[in-house]
């Protein structure tokens, strides 16, 4: 099992539509928990982090973190063609240095 | 303020060679972190920084050795290149660990 795990997609939504993004982690001692967005031949970039549990709003998105049941997911309402990209789900483990990555959620918005 | 810099932006090894890629932070972070990133495998933490002075291995850390030059400066060295070492590799910083981290541009590295 990968430590953290998320659908490969493509996850294809239309323009102005909500794009919900799933993620699973297996460190229940997990803590810090991050969303980047990376445009094809960038870098990623933050857009979210969320510590407790609960809903987290910035703008059109959306954190959600459950860690009962060990997941985050984030929330994109009014989806822009600007929104394609991947999405990386990054989990701080329980020792507090390091990041684990997901493997990304590509991301299509249809105009 | 360039935020995070690497050099070289692509490279092209054959089998056996070495190579130094260079990263350079100026955001007076504390933490700094190499990645190497293959299609459907994600980020996958090779080496990481914690503070200056301080290495430990990441994931795939095999191949790879690093060196924390100041606070400001990471460096990744592979010994002797392997076709596997194909990659995109990112640097990254950090306030301190477990913080948001900020990405260079990355190298694209190609061995043959």
């Known amino acids: 099992q990968k430590e953290v795990e998320q659908n490969s997609g493509p996850l294809s939504v239309p323009e102005g539509a909500i794009a919900s993004l799933n993620c699973t982690y297996s460190?229940?001692?997990?803590?810090?928990f991050f969303w980047y967005r990376q445009y094809s031949g960038k870098s990623p970039e933050l857009i979210m982090f969320?510590?407790?549990?609960g809903d987290k709003e910035d703008g059109r998105f959306t954190a959600q973190l459950n860690k009962a049941s060990q997941y985050v997911s984030l929330l994109i309402r009014d989806s822009q063609p600007s929104d394609s990209a991947t999405y990386l789900c990054?989990?701080?483990?329980?020792?507090?240095?390091?990041?684990?990555f997901g493997a990304g959620t590509r991301l299509f918005v249809k105009a | 303020n360039a935020g995070v810099t690497q050099t070289p932006k692509f490279q092209v090894l054959k089998t056996g060679q070495s190579m130094t890629l260079q990263c350079a932070q100026d955001?007076?972070?504390?933490?700094m972190y190499w990645y190497r990133q293959d299609p459907g495998m994600g980020l996958r933490l090779i080496y990481y920084s914690a503070s200056e002075g301080t290495t430990d291995k990441g994931e795939v850390p095999n191949g790879y050795n690093v060196s924390r030059l100041n606070k400001r400066e990471f460096s990744l060295r592979l010994e002797s290149a392997a076709p596997s070492q194909t990659s995109v590799y990112f640097c990254?910083?950090?306030?301190?660990?477990?913080?948001?981290?900020?990405f260079g541009p990355g190298t694209r590295l190609l061995v043959l």
């Open positions: 460190d229940r001692g997990s803590q810090s």
């Open positions: 955001m007076n972070h504390n933490s």
């Open positions: 990254a910083s950090s306030d301190s660990p477990g913080e948001t981290q900020y």
């Open positions: 990054a989990v701080l483990n329980t020792g507090g240095f390091k990041t684990i």
């Open positions: 969320i510590y407790s549990n």
